[in-house]
T-cell receptor
Framework: AQSVTQPDIHITVSEGASLELRCNYS??????LFWYVQSPGQGLQLLLK??????LVQGIKGFEAEFKRSQSSFNLRKPSVHWSDAAEYFC???????????FGRGTSLIVHP | DTGVSQNPRHKITKRGQNVTFRCDPI?????LYWYRQTLGQGPEFLTY????????KSRLLSDRFSAERPKGSFSTLEIQRTEQGDSAMYLC?????????????FGEGSRLTVL
């Protein structure tokens, strides 16, 4: 079975600092990969996705992620964090023949002024 | 903008009662998913539909849970004889079928509290 690991439960950064959230997946072939953000009381919103092609993908709100097959990783980055980025971030993956994404447990981002 | 709509947003019930949640997906989406999310955890898959057919169910979906999607439009998730362990956020999502990017669009969820 597929699994997604987000090793950091909480990340604290200062406003304006750079950010990297880690995600590792387990899947033999190239998975479809996603990052979602969830603000308190809200549903999940898609930030970006990777299916094939360029391993560096750009998303909304200034986020980007890089697919590294050798490390089975799909880390999310942002060069300068804003206070409004404080939220829960979820990485998800699904296999090419599956329509059911598996989610990680999430990383809670705290932004200090 | 007609995104995924879920009702009710909050439900408080006593143990042993039945509850039903409704999900209205994005109109052209043929796939519909139910996930459960507990505090500090990511969404856990429960079941999904392609049109009106329920194609897969998780082992998390005990026999007290039933989901339907009549006519391939809205869906309902019913929990019978609720238990305190059923307290969670129930998320509905929809997506376009094969050949598309396949990302899920989520509703805001229905939070269940079982007393």
């Amino acid at each position: 079975a597929q699994s997604v690991t987000q090793p950091d439960i909480h990340i604290t950064v200062s406003e304006g600092a750079s950010l990297e959230l880690r995600c590792n997946y387990s899947y033999g072939a190239t998975p479809y990969l996603f990052w979602y953000v969830q603000s308190p009381g809200q549903g999940l919103q898609l930030l970006l996705k990777y299916f094939s092609g360029d391993t560096l993908v750009q998303g909304i709100k200034g986020f980007e992620a890089e697919f590294k097959r050798s490390q089975s990783s799909f880390n999310l980055r942002k060069p300068s964090v804003h206070w409004s980025d404080a939220a829960e971030y979820f990485c998800a993956s699904r296999g090419e023949g599956s329509y059911i994404p598996t989610f990680g447990r999430g990383t809670s981002l705290i932004v200090h002024p | 903008d007609t995104g995924v709509s879920q009702n009710p947003r909050h439900k408080i019930t006593k143990r042993g009662q039945n509850v039903t949640f409704r999900c209205d997906p994005i109109s052209e989406h043929n796939r519909l998913y139910w996930y459960r999310q507990t505090l500090g955890q990511g969404p856990e898959f429960l079941t999904y539909f392609q049109n009106e057919a329920q194609l897969e169910k998780s082992r998390l979906l005990s026999d007290r849970f039933s989901a339907e999607r009549p006519k391939g439009s809205f869906s309902t998730l019913e929990i019978q004889r609720t238990e305190q362990g059923d307290s969670a956020m129930y998320l509905c999502a929809s997506s376009l079928g094969q050949g598309r990017t396949g990302e899920l669009f989520f509703g805001e969820g229905s939070r269940l509290t079982v007393l």
